[in-house]
């Protein structure tokens, strides 16, 4: 098995991935060089913007430049990304069509987000890498991450997701869907609250290494993971994110 120096950077502006850069350019010399980069906020998605897939687009567009100057550098990479606007607006999309097609749970609306965004970057970044002349490959891991079913977590929910809602709203959503949990918002109004379960294990775990180790850049874990519990020898999806 390959073994990596590795360097994280948390990334919520393109200014901060340029600093990061430069900074890493000093550490040229450590062998098999693997970087991991997480990108969230301004990467994806900038503020006052509607959130289209055009502007997503030239946003990733924008980011993934400069991490092909690591490519270009000899760095191993692999992308992981925040994804709080984009299962929103899932969320609301689902809502406004629940009487024409069956709302998704949460953990599916979760891989939703990972497969539209990670198709973003791959090809963003697939183009970006060939436009460069360098032939290597970018592939986006569906990623399931195993969290323990007796969590304390899933008996106080606190993470808050979706839209605001008034008071009047909020009691209406209750009534059609008693099973979610609804609290008010530091005065801002009323969200639908989930768990946010501690991360145990990545399940594709040995298939994201084998990519890293066979020279693919990896995109996986989006969101934080789809969380999963396991009953028996069964995983079953959870409505929860992991942080």
């Known amino acids: 098995m390959v073994s990596y120096a590795k360097i994280a950077i948390k990334v919520h502006k393109d200014s901060q991935l340029q600093t990061s850069i430069s900074s890493i350019a000093?550490?040229?010399?450590?062998?098999?060089?693997?970087?991991?980069?997480?990108?969230?906020?301004?990467?994806?998605l900038k503020r006052g913007q509607k959130g289209s897939l055009d502007e997503q687009n030239q946003n990733v567009k924008s980011t993934v430049s400069k991490i092909a100057d690591l490519v270009v550098?000899?760095?191993?990479?692999?992308?992981?990304?925040?994804?709080?606007?984009?299962?929103?607006?899932?969320?609301?999309?689902?809502?406004?069509?629940?009487?024409?097609?069956?709302?998704?749970?949460?953990?599916?609306?979760?891989?939703e987000t990972q497969g539209?965004?990670?198709?973003?970057?791959?090809?963003?970044?697939?183009?970006?890498?060939?436009?460069?002349?360098?032939?290597?490959?970018?592939?986006?891991?569906?990623?399931?991450?195993?969290v323990d079913k007796h969590d304390s977590a899933f008996q106080n929910p606190t993470k808050p997701i979706g839209p605001f809602y008034s008071e009047q709203e909020a009691a209406k959503v209750k009534q059609q869907r008693p099973e979610l949990v609804i609290k008010e918002d530091a005065g801002r109004g009323y969200r639908r609250v989930v768990p946010s379960p501690d991360p145990k294990i990545i399940a594709e775990r040995s298939a994201i290494r084998a990519l890293v180790d066979s020279g693919f850049i990896v995109i996986a874990c989006g969101g934080g993971g789809i969380p999963i519990i396991e009953e028996g020898t069964q995983a079953v999806g959870v409505e929860a994110v992991i942080d």
């Open 73 to 111: 550098r000899g760095y191993k990479v692999v992308l992981t990304h925040g994804n709080g606007p984009q299962v929103g607006a899932t969320l609301l999309r689902h809502e406004a069509a629940k009487n024409i097609v069956p709302p998704f749970p949460l953990d599916a609306c979760g891989a």
């Open 116 to 146: 539209f965004i990670g198709y973003m970057i791959e090809q963003a970044l697939r183009n970006e890498l060939k436009s460069r002349g360098i032939d290597k490959y970018v592939v986006a891991v569906v990623t399931r991450v195993i």
């Open 26 to 44: 000093r550490c040229s010399d450590l062998p098999e060089k693997l970087i991991v980069i997480a990108l969230g906020g301004n990467a994806l």
